[in-house]
């Protein structure tokens, strides 16, 4: 199917996060997926390098998920999610209790990783008052830190170009981001800026912990550019909001369900947290959902704090929370993680991607970084008379011409591979980085 750029049909949508005029002079169109690989409208195979939005790391198009989708359709289309159930959201939350770390044993289910921020900031704002301290309500996240495009997302988020639109979103501050120059060229977690997790004691002392909820981090930023956790700073941070009387949530979004090589980066990075928020690979793309796990404690403390039997406890959710649909997606998903071994895979490969993505440095004076942790990875180049974004997005369109899909973002091109990657696919992608970056002006 050939795509018309001057075609009407072009107008109508507005696309999320696009630079929407751009697009429409020159539309990349996908009209199917198998594997590792898009179809654009020209008919060429696209390879994916970011597994569709860091979603499909099983691959695309993976029959079991069809499969299992089809035969909920064929059996419950939609279930009321306020005061009545189906089977599969409650097996489907038993088994994300079991690959979660011990104490995280309930789980509430939303529709995105935005609604997973959200969810979990909400209810530490819950827990709080049921414990008799309704002043803890401020939300402390990290600079570089993305949680989605909500008002609680934008708020506690910390990507300056997310936020600049909106205004004053609710109550939050920021702990400094653990990009750091000494750790430039790390491989996996860099050594230095474990300290970093120390301003939560300035922000304790400019707010006090009375006014406190929860802070929110991803064990690694993905968004703003593979960031992966100083050496020892989850830990940290752990013991100060330990110290303090404040709630921990990881952001999961992207790091839960394999892509660190373990089931979560709380598994991976030797943290737990109060709460975790997950999305993405959960479904392997296939249906949105979301997931928020918290520990039993804090489930318990907002439940029996509800009032009579009758009255629900907690007056949050959504139309689709546990869609049935969802549901089915998400289990196949799971039984596939399991079954092929996914989670090993991405363990497996993770070292043969770092070696071929730090193969870069040097390879072209516009490159000033690199990072990675298990099968995600970015570079960071140099900015453009002014512009950090428009190299990374030179790079992506050159990648995608030679039949790669990358992501740019800000002044970074990202790398999130499907699990089921293979040594040539690598080397392919990097390859076609590399001489995207030679090409530049």
Known sequence: MHINSESSALDAYWMPYTANREFKRNPRMITAAEGCYFTDADGREVFDGLSGLWTCGAGHNRPEIREAVTRQLGRLDYAPAFQFGHPGAFELAERIVDVL????????????????????????RAYWRQRGKPGKTRIIGRAKGYHGASWGGISFGGIGANRKLWGQGMEADHLPHTLLPQNAFSRGQPEHGDYLADALEDLVALHDASNIAAVIV????GSAGVLPPPVGYLARLRALCDKHDILLIFDEVITAFGRMGAWTGAEAFGAVPDMMGMAKQLTNGAIPMGAVAVKGEIYRTVVDAGGPEHLIELP?????????????????????????????????????FENALHSLKGANRYVTDIRNYGLA??????????????????????????????RHGGDT??????????????DAVINAIGEAINELE
């Open 101 to 124: 770390p011990d104490g995280l044993d309930h789980v509430f289910f939303t529709n995105s990783g935005s609604e997973s921020a959200d969810t979990a900031t909400k209810i530490a």
């Open 413 to 426: 091109v990202q790398l999130g591979l499907p699990f089921i990657v293979d040594r040539a696919q690598i």
């Open 377 to 406: 990875g970015a570079l960071t180049i140099e900015a453009a008379h002014g512009d950090p974004a428009l190299r990374p997005y030179q790079i992506a369109m050159k990648c995608w011409a030679k039949g790669f899909f990358v």
């Open 316 to 352: 949050h959710g959504y139309t689709y929370s546990g869609h049935p649909v969802a549901c089915a997606a998400a289990l196949a998903s799971l039984d596939l993680l399991h079954r092929d071994g996914l989670i090993e895979r991405a363990r497996e490969m993770a070292p043969i």
């Open 218 to 221: 991803e064990p690694l930023a």
